[in-house]
Nanobody, 127 residues
Framework: QVQLVESGGGSVQAGGSLRLSCATS????????MGWFRQAPGEEREEVAA???????TYADSVKGRFTIAKDNAKNTLYLEMNSVKPEDTAMYYC?????????????????????WGKGTLVTISS
């Protein structure tokens, strides 16, 4: 059984920073493809950032240069560093992991490939 638990969400003003964490437990998935996704009210869920098994990363155009995905294998934790946040970053943020065999390259780390999902952490950015 895999568990992903997000934390670090909250309310901040535009221009500020947040660091989201995703603690993983159960079957080890931290070395699998993993990603951060978000869903704003009334919108579809979208990919924010992802990391392949080889450590390569990809970002949505809207967050490039502002967000950084990283992980600590020893702590089985995935992070999303969010800087220069904007009101349009307001959303529920989810972390997700693919199965070991289901993904290698970051280009494969799509929502459809993600098998395990956390329950999300809410991020609210005020102007």
């Amino acid at each position: 059984q895999v568990q992903l638990v997000e934390s670090g969400g909250g309310s901040v003003q535009a221009g500020g920073s947040l660091r989201l964490s995703c603690a993983t437990s159960g079957v080890t998935v931290i070395k699998n493809c993993m990603g951060w996704f978000r869903q704003a009210p009334g919108e579809e869920r979208e990919e924010v950032a992802a990391m392949g098994r080889d450590g390569t990363t990809t970002y949505a155009d809207s967050v490039k240069g502002r967000f950084t995905i990283a992980k600590d294998n020893a702590k089985n934790t995935l992070y999303l560093e969010m800087n220069s946040v904007k009101p349009e970053d307001t959303a529920m943020y989810y972390c997700a992991a693919a199965t070991w065999a289901g993904c290698y390259y970051v280009s494969d780390a799509t929502q459809a490939r993600m098998r395990y999902w956390g329950k999300g952490t809410l991020v609210t950015i005020s102007s």
